[in-house]
């Protein structure tokens, strides 16, 4: 089974400019996250999709970050405008329905330098 | 609001040595407690996943306990060797599925 695809894996961007990142989660599978990740402390989540619905976004700086998720399969996560703080490594992973959602499969990361 | 703590930050210890993790969080109210390891450069892979009723669980050298009234879980770790070595990180999960992550300990098992 492919696990869950990120893309690009590295982006250096300088600030106030925007940035997008790519997921693919395992087929299947209903639920989808996006985490963002500081060098040293935990992933912090950001919004979480069941399909195409979002379930919880309380931690998303809805100012400057969107995330959408069409047809309730591949997910983009945007930055606009990139700040400095904003250098972190985003995780996404996904779960599969029934018994086993609560298991969360993680893709490899895309990691962010804000120049 | 949840809190985690994982102690130590960072731990180094000779191979084959038995070593335990810790993990604590703030509010009893969990669904689950997961236990994941980070590779450098990698995502998350989920080791163990203690549910709210259980007490522990096991896999291979890997055993992990949940004490949810004081706040508690610990990883037990036997015969440590260097492939075991990465940031291990706990997580606790609501029913709606959301995680709050510790900061992780990164362990070292040196040859």
């Known amino acids: 089974e492919a696990g869950v695809a990120q893309s690009p894996r590295y982006k250096i961007i300088e600030k106030r400019q925007s940035v997008a990142f790519w997921c693919n989660p395992i087929?299947?599978?209903?639920?989808l996250y996006w985490y963002q990740q500081i060098l040293g402390q935990g992933p912090k989540l950001l919004i979480q999709?069941?399909?195409?619905?979002?379930?919880?976004d309380s931690q998303l700086p809805k100012d400057r970050f969107s995330a959408e998720r069409l047809k309730g399969v591949d997910s983009t996560l945007k930055i606009q405008p990139a700040k400095l703080e904003d250098s972190a490594v985003y995780l996404c992973?996904?779960?599969?329905?029934?018994?086993?959602?609560?298991?969360?499969?993680f893709g490899p990361g895309t990691r962010l330098l804000v120049l | 609001k949840q809190e985690v703590t994982q102690i130590p930050a960072a731990l180094s210890v000779p191979e084959g040595e038995n070593l335990v993790l810790n993990c604590s969080f703030t509010?009893?109210?969990?669904?689950?407690l997961q236990w994941f390891r980070q590779d450098p450069g990698k995502g998350l892979t989920s080791l163990l996943l203690?549910?709210?009723?259980?007490r522990e669980q096991t896999s291979g050298r890997l055993n992990a306990s949940l004490d949810k009234s004081s706040g508690r879980s610990t990883l037990y770790i036997a015969a440590s060797q260097p492939g075991d070595s990465a940031t291990y990180l706990c997580?606790?999960?609501?029913?709606?599925?959301?995680?709050?992550f510790g900061d992780g300990t990164t362990l070292t098992v040196k040859p």
């Open positions: 992973a996904s779960s599969p329905p029934g018994r086993q959602r609560e298991v969360q499969y």
């Open positions: 087929s299947g599978h209903a639920t």
């Open positions: 999709f069941q399909n195409n619905g979002v379930v919880d």
């Open positions: 509010d009893s109210a969990i669904y689950n």
């Open positions: 203690i549910q709210s009723s259980q």
């Open positions: 997580a606790v999960g609501t029913n709606a599925g959301k995680s709050t």
